[in-house]
């Protein structure tokens, strides 16, 4: 990755502070995935997921999460949730 995409932006002039209003628990799983996926940062891990939104379109909302059904079908959970649950979660977390 470039200095871009590791800096924190404080000492960066084409860096601009962007500002989200997110819900509590999905902010724990977004810092959960950057650490689990070791991004240095939370800001780091932010700009890679808006890069590869912006650069790779094509994949669209519905794509993900039909994605990450098929992920979470693939473990094998003790718990089980259907795909439907998976899809219906995914767009609580959306709102």
Partial sequence: ???ADTNDGASDPEMVQVNLRLSETFLEDID????????????????HAARDAVKHPDFTRESWKQIA???????NDTEFVSREE?????DEDGD
Wanted: glycine share 6%.
């Fill in 1 to 3: 990755m470039s200095d």
């Fill in 32 to 47: 959960a995935t950057w650490k689990e996926q070791g991004f240095n940062s939370r800001s780091e891990f932010l700009r």
């Fill in 69 to 75: 059904a098929g992920e979470h079908e693939l473990r």
């Fill in 86 to 90: 998976v899809l219906a979660m995914m």
